[in-house]
Nanobody, 121 residues
């Protein structure tokens, strides 16, 4: 499985940004694709995920109501729409995938490269 993330950048507080993750290599529909982030000097944090088969979505409390995860099932591409961004959202965001049913245990076998999101005025 390969995951290719894109869409990071610099945005002002209160602004919006959309990340994309293009996936390939899943051999069945029982998978989830999601995002982790890691801020400087902090531990890695799970952000959100969406399941491949039925599009169920899950969010960390820290982003609920501000971030929306969605997918294009045919393209196996996942999007993370980030609104009302705060300086504390600044981090490297990693696209992740799991096809062993452990996505809500935050166990992901597949990791893409990170994309940097900077929220600053």
């Amino acid at each position: 499985v390969q995951l290719q993330a894109s869409g990071g950048g610099l945005v002002q507080p209160g602004g919006s940004l959309r990340l994309s993750c293009a996936a390939s290599g899943f051999t069945h529909d029982y998978y989830a694709i999601g995002w982790f982030r890691q801020a400087p000097g902090k531990e890695r944090e799970w952000v959100s995920c969406i399941t491949g088969s039925d599009g169920m979505t899950y969010y960390a409390d820290s982003v609920k109501g501000r971030f929306t995860i969605s997918r294009d099932k045919a393209k196996i591409t996942v999007y993370l729409q980030m609104n009302s961004l705060r300086p504390e959202d600044t981090a490297v965001y990693y696209c992740v995938g799991d096809d062993r049913g452990r996505w809500l245990e935050y166990e992901y076998d597949y990791w893409g490269q990170g994309t940097l999101v900077t929220v600053s005025s």
